[in-house]
């Protein structure tokens, strides 16, 4: 199994949650491999559980695992790095603080790391303190561009942008995706992405000249009842992400 995301175009990934094994195939089949499947570490009482079902979750979908906080709870960072040393997924989400010890315990660079970064209300400024301690400091704002630097210092693969709000931070998110572009950051935009501002969400980043960008949809395309991802949400996820790209 490959520890490299199926990117379409080299360009692209979906990232969505599966609420069962499933659901987490057809998901797979559906964005035609185009994707990473989020498991959320918060759902497990120990890393032994966690290590022994995430790693039947890989099976079938081809190590397309991504290892998910959960809400970006910064109380899960040690957790997603010691199951992630085990497992060696596709993708690590992480708070800023927890990246270089996610790249550490890996011991690999292909994996992708990201950085957990929030917007603040100023466009080029980002909030880096999302770590366990630093969350509830005051808040640690610093230039977007340092950030990053930050993040690569730090062995990360790409900026998690979260909580987005959809595109109510717009500016902020613009600002951004072309920080990435210039210092060849990977971009993962996060929070309020549905089926209606995913495309628009997506242009902006490839607009910018962002080499890979991995949009997260996640409450938006989940069934309410069920706990799953709707499979029909998900291809069109897919083929508005297509046409976005064949512009």
Known sequence: MTLTPNFYQDRLCLNVLAGSKENARAIWQAAEGHVLVGVLSKNYASNEAAIADMREYAAL??????????????NQSQMVSEISAVLQPQHVNQVFTG????????????????????????????????????AKCQDGIVPIETAIAMLQDMGGSSVKYFPMGGLQAVDEYRAVAEACAKQDFWLEPTGGIDLENVGEIVRIALDAGV??????????????????????????LLAICKTVLAR
């Open 61 to 74: 979908i081809d190590n397309a695992l991504s290892v998910g906080l959960g809400a970006g709870d910064p």
């Open 99 to 134: 990246v270089a010890t996610s790249r550490a315990r890996l011991g690999q660079s292909q994996t992708i790391v990201n950085g957990l970064i929030s917007p603040t209300g100023q466009p080029g400024q980002v909030k880096i303190s999302t770590g366990p301690r630093s």
């Open 211 to 236: 080499s890979k960008v991995i949009p997260h949809v996640y409450s938006s395309i989940i069934d309410k009842t069920s706990g799953e991802t709707r499979i029909d949400d998900v291809k069109q």
